[in-house]
Structures are given as C-alpha cells and as structure tokens.
C-alpha cells in the first residue's frame, strides 16, 4: 500500500519497529500493517496513489525501478529478542554489609571484600551484577 508524507519539513516516523526517514512529498510502499499505523495521523501521512510516480531515494538503483523490478513494502523490523528490563532489579539499597555479601556470595561470581566499607561494596556488587546480566544478553 502507498502512503505518502504530506509534512512540512524532513521527519523520521516514531512508529516502533519502522523508523523511516520521510522528506515531504514522500511516497513510499509499506505493509498494510505499517500503513495503518501511519495513517492513524492524518495530518502527516495520507493513502498515496498507486499510479503515482514514486520517489526514488538516491541510494536506490533508479535502472532497477525502471525496469520493473518492485521491492517488498516496508514493514516492522523484526522484534528486539531482549527482555524489556535486561537487568533484574533488585534493591541493593534496602541491603546491609551482611546482606551484600550473602548476595554476592549466593549470585555472583566476582568475589567482593568484607573489608570494604558498606557503601563501596554496594557498588561494587551493584556494577558487578549489572556487567553479568549484560554480559548473558
């Protein structure tokens, strides 16, 4: 489906999973999925014509487009496998020194010193869970 960006001024869509950058008069081939989410906001993006002449960014092979050779329609990009929170939270604050050291003797692998003073050892454990779970993603 044609959907073409009726703005004023360059915009780069803040549809999740899209993110195309449109200069005005732009028309563009997307999926039916992304054209209704698009045109959702009538003041920016209207039904384009199928017949129209499309624009052709410049990076494209315009001797590919002549020749009929159509490209698939836009569509989201595939979903981001991450978890939406990659960091299980867990309140490092609410922990006394004791309760520190049992929590990184029980889940982390970096050894952390008794001897450090609580405040120190809080970030310590704080850095050291957070540099493991990124390290896992």
Same mark, same amino acid.
């Given at each position: 489906?044609?959907?073409?960006?009726?703005?004023? !001024? &360059?915009?780069?869509?803040?549809?999740?999973?899209?993110?195309? !950058?449109?200069?005005?008069?732009?028309?563009?081939?997307?999926?039916?999925?992304? &054209?209704?989410?698009? *045109?959702?906001?009538?003041?920016?993006?209207?039904?384009?014509?199928?017949?129209? !002449?499309?624009?052709?960014?410049?990076?494209?092979?315009?001797?590919?487009?002549? &020749?009929?050779?159509?490209?698939?329609?836009?569509?989201? *990009?595939?979903?981001?496998?991450?978890?939406?929170?990659?960091?299980?939270?867990?309140?490092?604050? &609410?922990?006394?020194?004791?309760? *520190?050291?049992?929590?990184?003797?029980?889940? *982390?692998?970096?050894?952390?010193?008794?001897?450090?003073?609580?405040?120190?050892?809080?970030?310590?454990?704080?850095?050291?869970?957070?540099?493991?779970?990124?390290?896992?993603?």
């Amino acid at each position: 489906m044609q959907v073409k960006y009726i703005g004023p !001024n &360059a915009k780069i869509d803040s549809i999740p999973g899209v993110g195309l !950058n449109w200069e005005p008069g732009q028309q563009r081939d997307v999926t039916s999925t992304v &054209a209704a989410h698009l *045109l959702f906001y009538s003041d920016t993006w209207v039904k384009g014509d199928e017949e129209s !002449n499309k624009t052709v960014p410049e990076s494209q092979d315009k001797s590919r487009v002549e &020749a009929g050779d159509k490209e698939e329609p836009i569509d989201f *990009l595939e979903e981001d496998k991450r978890p939406d929170e990659p960091v299980p939270v867990v309140n490092f604050h &609410a922990m006394n020194k004791d309760g *520190l050291m049992k929590f990184a003797e029980d889940h *982390l692998t970096e050894k952390m010193d008794k001897r450090w003073k609580e405040d120190v050892l809080r970030e310590r454990v704080t850095r050291s869970w957070a540099k493991q779970h990124m390290d896992e993603g």
